[in-house]
C-alpha cells in the first residue's frame, strides 16, 4: 500500500513539474529542447563538447546524439554524459545512441562494451522474455555510462529479404508483425527497468523497402503493406512507446499533391496516420535528417519547417554530411524566425515542447 501511494505521489510530482516548466519557458527554450544534434569529439574538454554543455545549459538545445566516432573510451564517454547531465538538471537532456546489436553498436568490444547479437539472432535464439533479460542487460550498462535514449527497438517487418538497410544487418525480429511487437515489447521494458527511453523506428516501416534513405530517395509505394503498422498500433495501444522515430520513406499516396515528400515531413504520415488514425499523442523524432534522402531534395530551413509543420516534435541531425559547429544555433534561429511570422507555427512548438517536458520528467 505504501509503495502505490509513493508512486501516485511520485507521479503528481512530475506531473506537477511538467507544467511547471511548460508555463515558464520562453518560446526560444521551448524551441531548442526539439533539437538534437550531433558533434566531434570524444572528450569531455573538447571545444563541440563545452559548446554543447553550453547550450544545454542555456536551453537552447534539447539533446545530442553520440557516433562511433565520439566514443575512444568507455570512460570518456561517462564524462562526456556527466557533463552533458550537469549542465541541464532541471530538464534532463536527451543523451542519445544507436545499439541496437549486431551490426548497429555504437558502443563496442573495442572499448570493452558487451556486444549482443542482431534482434534476428536474438529472437532466433530466445523466448520474449529471455530477449527481455539480454535487453535489460545491455540497458543497464548504457544507462551507467549516462545516456537517456537509444534509439530502437527495430519495429520494420523483414518482409523483403533482399533489403539493404534492414534484412542485410539483421535488425528486423521477424515478418511477422505480432512476433515483432513482442520482441519490442521485451526490448522497452529491459531499457526501462533501466531508466533508459527508447524510440521505435522507422515508422511507417522500412522493412519491405528497395533501397536506403541513408542514400537518397526511397519510394515504398510499390512495397509498403499496412501490416506494417501492426506492431505499432500494438504497442501504442498497450502504452509501451516513449518516442516513435520517423523514417525518410515516400508513399504517393501520403503525400502533398505534386511532391515528393518523405514520410519523415509528411503531414499525412504523422498527423493523419500516427497520431489521428493510431492515436499516438506522445514524442515523434526524425530519423536524422542529413540522411540523403532528406539533404539531396531539401534545404536545411525547408527540413526544419517543413518536419515541424508534419508533427514531428525532435529534430535529429547528426552533423555529418558538412560538419558544422554552430548547427544548433542555426536551427534554433530557422525555427524562431518561422514562429515569428507564422503564430500557428509557433503554437506547434510549444505543443512539442509540453510532449518533450513529459517524457523528460521520466528520465532517471
Known sequence: MIAVVFRAFYVFVLMAMSTSLAAAATLEEMAGQMIVVGFQGDDV???AVVAL???????RLGGVMLLKTNIKSLDAVARMNAAFRAAAPTLAPFITLDQEGGAVERLTKDVGFREIPSARDVAARNSPAQAETIYARMAASIAELGFTVNFGPVADLNTNPKNQVIARFGRAFSADPAIVAAYDAAFIAGHHSAGVLTALKHFPGHGSSTADSHEGFVDITQSWQPAELDPYRALIGAGDVDMIMAGHLYHAKYADAG???????????ITGVLRDELGFDGVVISDDLEMGAIR???TTAQTVTQAVRAGLDVLLFSNTAKYHAGLGPEILDILLAEAAADPAFAARIEQSYERIVALKARIR
Open 259 to 269: 511532391a515528393q515528400t518523405p514520410s519523415s515531413l509528411s503531414p499525412q504520415w
Open 45 to 47: 574538454d573538447d571545444a
Open 296 to 298: 539531396d531534395h531539401f
Open 53 to 59: 554543455r553550453d547550450d544545454l545549459a542555456a536551453s
